[in-house]
């Protein structure tokens, strides 16, 4: 039986303006309208033997993660929070030390969860393919069968045939320029890197102990000292900060004997960039790809993504176009690498919108900041049914709470009380108060905040369910 390991952290914010910090592609149904990128890469095992995956994630996405796992009928992942980003050799090590702490030694299917697979049959032949090689203690990585010379990504050399459909690594090499990319790809030896591997839990712990024995120590004594709440698994975060920062390709891959490439042809892409995902969209007869309420004429090999309103285009061709709540991406499709350019700009300029969207997911729901201006924000709130906000106050701000939809149960100080579908509450500064959700449907209402600073860190949390200071 396999085990995934679905690496789940990382920003994307050549995404943005739809990808961000604390919403990055990962979590996006950028392909499917109803599904994630993770989800997706979940889905894409449905007919492999495969145990309950773990999850690999930043600790500011855990409810995002719990939530789709959630929604994926998949509510017995392992959820392992990195409390910072140390790369994926040490990703994979805390998975593989979680794995053998259990008593197992299961061969591990280290998948990315922001791929693309288009062809999931051809996948999972290629997986069933690498088995045998996996458990003789080889250490496999997948190797893309290249379409273009393509200069984003790092190549694999394959070596000598060891069974049908499956080589030696002959070496690893970096992101080369056009001349290089265009002779690997003629010469048929040359497959991109991936970033997806397949190997015994054990044998990679032996590898990385061989090779980057700082690596495997630092991720031994983060792992000592887990702590489990809900659905998370929190290692020791001294431990873990101490650790130092290496991919599995430069601390393992391309170090060890026994590494395997197995060629992998199924319509893959890492939907690394705006003009990546327009060359895996359905397109029209001109060539753009058009997601929500577009009008485009005399349009051509354009992008347009509206979320929230009508956008129109007019006697362009070559953009990527994308709107959402609060922010508007007009860019060359050549261009798109240097979004991260736009991204940095906002976090010189210490502004919000590379951090989160307008909505905001919570534990308990979400929250959209409709208007907001001199001392008052409106928001409409979200409560999912069976759930509740934190036992809170606030020192700057008093809010006002009027029910559009649902029921609420509000503690309001020493007194607690239903409101219902067009009545209000009115919570003072600096009372104690929490909102929860005793129905069957949705919660929804509508906050008016009023106050000196409206900040989200106004906020003192007596009591939490889902474990926030």
């Known amino acids: 039986m396999l085990h995934p390991v679905i690496l789940a952290g990382g920003t994307g914010s050549r995404l943005w303006p739809l ?37 690999i994630c930043n600790e500011e ?22 409390p910072v980003g140390r790369n994926t050799a040490p990703a994979i090590a805390l998975a593989a ?59 694999i050399h394959r070596g000598e045939s060891l069974a049908e459909g499956a080589y030696t690594v002959s070496r690893f090499v970096e992101k080369p320029d056009q001349a290089t990319a265009e002779r690997y790809v003629s010469s048929g030896d040359y497959l991109w890197n991936s970033g997806m591997f397949m190997f015994r839990a054990s044998r990679f ?35 873990f900060q101490a650790c130092p920062e290496d ?68 006697g362009v061709s070559g953009l990527i176009v994308v709107e959402t709540k609060d922010a508007v991406l007009v860019a060359d499709k050549d261009r798109v690498q240097d979004v991260k350019k736009v991204v940095e700009q906002l976090k010189n300029g210490a502004r919000q919108e590379h951090i989160n969207h307008r ?27 069976g759930h509740k906000l934190s036992l809170q106050m606030h020192h700057h ?18 007194k607690e009380y239903l409101v219902t579908e067009n009545q209000s509450t009115f919570i003072p500064i600096g009372q104690v108060h929490t909102l929860e959700n005793p129905g069957v449907i949705d919660l929804e209402l509508i906050e008016v905040q009023s106050g000196a600073y409206l900040g989200e860190d106004d906020i003192v949390r007596f009591e939490d369910q889902y474990g926030r200071e």
């Open 247 to 314: 991919s599995v390709d430069y601390a393992v891959m391309e170090k060890t004997s026994d590494a395997v490439v197995v060629p992998l042809d199924a319509g893959w892409s890492d939907i690394g960039s705006w003009s990546s995902l327009w060359s895996v969209s359905e397109r029209d007869a001109e060539g753009n790809a058009l997601a929500g309420d577009v009008i485009a004429v005399d349009t051509a090999d354009t992008l347009v993504r509206a979320d929230h309103r009508l956008v129109a285009t007019l």
């Open 205 to 239: 712990l032996e590898e990385l102990g061989a090779f980057r024995s700082d690596i495997l120590q630092a991720c031994k004594e983060a792992m000592n000292a887990t702590t489990r709440d809900l659905d998370f698994v929190r290692v020791d975060a001294a431990a």
């Open 61 to 82: 996405h855990r409810f995002l993660a719990a939530e789709q796992m959630r929604q994926a009928c998949c509510s017995d992942a392992r959820i392992i929070l990195e």
């Open 359 to 385: 909505e905001v997911y919570r534990p308990w729901g979400v929250y959209d900041s409709i208007d907001n201006g001199h001392r008052y924000q409106v928001k409409r709130i979200t409560v999912k049914p």
């Open 397 to 414: 701000r008093a809010e006002h709470w009027v029910v559009v939809s649902g029921t609420a149960k509000v503690t309001n100080g020493d």
């Open 19 to 55: 990808s961000r910090q604390l919403n990055p592609k990962q979590f996006l149904a950028l392909i499917e309208p109803k599904r994630s990128m993770l989800q997706a890469t979940l889905g894409r095992l449905d007919g492999l033997d495969v145990s309950d995956p773990t999850i």
């Open 97 to 155: 030390l979680e794995a053998t702490a259990l008593g197992q030694d299961p061969i591990l299917l280290v998948l990315a969860a922001d791929h693309l697979i288009s062809d999931t049959a051809a996948f999972q032949r290629q997986v069933q393919l690498a088995l045998p090689l996996a458990k003789s203690g080889r250490l496999i990585t997948f190797g893309i069968v290249p379409n273009c010379a393509e200069t984003g990504y790092g190549y």
